[in-house]
């Protein structure tokens, strides 16, 4: 934790949001475990709802005093990419914590306040949501239009056979989207009890612990020796995938959302020879918020039940440990 | 050429074909370049046209006298596989020239006479078709399916924009495929003035002769800086998939039919920046026959137009020759 300057409108499509609530997310415990390094302290976290304080001359959508989801990272929504839905490609925008674009910082959100470019393109204000809903909408930042993506990504819709490799937020959020979607059956991946009953939760009819060849072999009894029409990866590991690859049927499809650490291989030949496609990516979650926020302000989905740890942002340090630990699913932060 | 025992009827299932029309497929290069080793003299050709002579006690469907296609594959067109669309993967079936299936040998189609299992899945008849029709009959053993199975694969539909990396038999097809499915801008890239030529009567609006990088940047240029839907790779080279990828734009979709040949990279990491995703393999023609077949018969395709250098079955070694040289597209044998 450190004092830093208040954000200042560096262009006048910017917005300043005070951050009402932001969360750890999976991707953050790389640099927090070394795995990326860190060279210097920098501003950090990417999901977060709050409420906007300023906006630049030439906003127009979006005013003082709206209370806005953030999607993790900025966007114009006018360019050919954002339009064709994949405004995570943005040909303007750009991310969290990582750039110093238009000559100003763009905060992470694990702060008090953010600058956001683009505000009109990236924000989506949700008029006076009852406190009870804020972790729910907080998910549509990142995490449930995430797993969101892997099941769009893999071609999940009614009927379809599903199965989701990971038990982290996404993971669950992944089951919870494959029943949203129609899903007829959802195999989630876990060993870990809490989890398993989430995803239980969320609508998966069957839970898998074992892992590699034992966990293939689990996987495809349950579908006549073959493999499931969808398989979710949600992890970002070589085993992961390979976990992933070897559970879809011939001619199922892998949806990938799992940040691809340590270089997972694509073993193209038995790819070719199973007809199994690869198709994921960083999720365009602002293109999915439009689709997704109807459902979170009815309650037909409840995402933010992977918040199973509430703290003050002084105490971020405590929620780290407690991922990372997988003491809890997923932390939510107050300023 | 050797003469050979003539087939036999080992299964119920079986029928015997007599061979009217075969050809020689990009993947026969293989062998014939000694890219793919060959210990001792083996029976080769998977497409062929024929006429049935002889059907085991458990065939139902196809008769004797059946002019029938066969698929470059065999398929009993029940188990799970055939029946998800897929029957390159059927449980039960196999390739030719390949196995010893049954207690017995499989030919290869570049020959007088057929041995087929699971004739009743396999083979599709065709009531006497007119003798002008024979080489677009021939296509939908293999290469018009193929070209079709890319286009499927990168979801090339009505509006979408597509490129085809390969100016081969297959690479044409799969114009005439994307065309027939509706794309609205289909850029062949061809730097053979036949090729080209029959590229555009098929269907391609834009030709690039560039490769490489110089290739990437004519594709994108045409796209707004961006690049195409979908890209259909129909070579199978660590080139031509490289080539593929990066004309494709955030969100598109790589359908890939082409052989994989000295182990092509998918670069994850790109394509998870990108949201690029890859889909294709064997083309299960089989399932594809029911939908092609009527526009071949109505003259709506004309897919045999690739074969541009027909010959005695007795004389393929220069039908080898020409394809290998690029002198001839593809070559019909009639033996």
Known sequence: MDEVPDPRLATGRDAIVRVVAACVCGSDLWPYRGVTKTIEPKRIGHEFVGVVERVGDDVQRIRVGDFVIAPFYDCDRTCANCRNGFSTSCLHGGWWGDDDRDGAFADGGQGERVRVPHADGSLT?????????IPHLLTLSDVMGTGHHAAVSAGVGPGKTVVVVGDGAVGLCAVLASRRLGAERIVAMSRHEARQALAREFGA?????????????????????????CVL???????????????????????????????????????????????????????????LLPDVLSGAIQPGRVFDLELPLAEAAEGYAAMDERRAIKVLLRP
């Open 125 to 133: 204000p949700v008029p006076d949501p009852a406190p009870e809903l």
């Open 205 to 229: 009819t069957d839970v898998v612990a074992e892992r590699g060849d034992e966990g293939v072999q689990a996987v495809r009894a349950r579908f006549d020796g073959s493999g499931a029409d």
């Open 233 to 291: 990866e949600c992890v970002g590991t070589k085993e992961s995938m390979d976990q992933a690859l070897r559970s879809a049927r011939p001619g199922g499809q892998v949806g990938y959302v799992g940040v691809p650490n340590g270089d997972p291989e694509l073993p193209v030949r038995r790819m070719f020879s199973t007809n199994v496609g690869v198709r994921g990516g960083v999720a365009p979650v602002r293109n999915y918020i439009d689709e």
